[in-house]
């Protein structure tokens, strides 16, 4: 079907260590993409954003790459910290398909120290 | 700044009965979204008001309705509860109608449903 999903449901790194978070759609006509970090007992986070129309975004220890050619979305952690821990996951927007978005079921990161 | 205010954090409510929840979006924010989240999977899209007006339903009966105020508060109502109407709802506001690069969802912390 046409949703957003993740390839795996968990993820356990160690503090310091780099996280990757892997996510794949199914639409290519989905052109806004979000990532969420969702801890326990309180609402999804914003953490970053990317166009359709840009590869890669960069923000504070996070980075967002897009490959349209494969449908692939990640979400990397830099130096991953303990307060890192937390439910992620990617959302999309069709914008010839309404204001909604569409998200998958989420990857758990679990970091220890 | 504040964010997006839900209330109330946790209800409890029995089948049959029916319930509201409320949320005060961002300064400045005049879109609201209202969404699902059943333990363990992805929030869900229920309904989305922008100045006012519906703008958009997700697939959800007509139990379920929402409206916009002036103020741009806005109230999700649940008649005739189900026991799977458990979940956590999740108010979202935005400056512009649809969610992009310079005007992100951003998410309350929701209200904890129970219905018994």
């Known amino acids: 079907g046409e949703s957003v999903g993740l390839h795996l449901p968990t993820l356990s790194v160690q503090e310091g260590d780099n996280s990757i978070i892997n996510c794949a759609y199914s639409n290519s006509a989905s052109d806004y993409f979000i990532w969420y970090k969702q801890e326990s007992g309180k609402g999804p986070q914003f953490i970053i954003d990317?166009?359709?129309?840009?590869d890669k975004r960069q923000g504070q220890r996070v980075t967002v790459l897009l490959n349209k050619t494969v449908k692939h979305l990640s979400l990397q952690i830099a130096a991953t910290q303990p307060g890192d821990s937390a439910v992620y996951f990617c959302a999309e927007n069709r914008s010839q398909a309404g204001t909604a978005l569409i998200f998958g079921k989420g990857t758990t990161l679990s970091v220890s120290s | 700044d504040a964010g997006v205010t839900q209330s109330p954090t946790h209800l409890i409510k029995t089948r049959g009965q029916h319930v509201t929840l409320r949320c005060s979006p961002i300064?400045?924010?005049?879109?609201v979204s209202w969404y699902q989240q059943v333990l363990g999977q992805g929030p869900q899209f229920i309904f989305q008001y922008y100045e006012k007006e519906e703008r958009g339903r997700g697939n959800f009966p007509d139990r379920f309705s929402a409206r916009q105020f002036p103020n741009y508060s806005s109230e999700l109502n649940v008649n005739a509860l189900l026991l799977g109407d458990s979940a956590l709802y999740l108010c979202?506001?935005?400056?512009?109608?649809?969610?992009?690069?310079?005007?992100?969802?951003?998410f309350g912390n929701g209200t904890r449903l129970t219905v018994t």
């Open positions: 300064s400045g924010h005049k879109s």
């Open positions: 990317i166009r359709s129309n840009m």
């Open positions: 979202a506001s935005s400056r512009d109608l649809e969610p992009s690069y310079n005007s992100p969802l951003h």
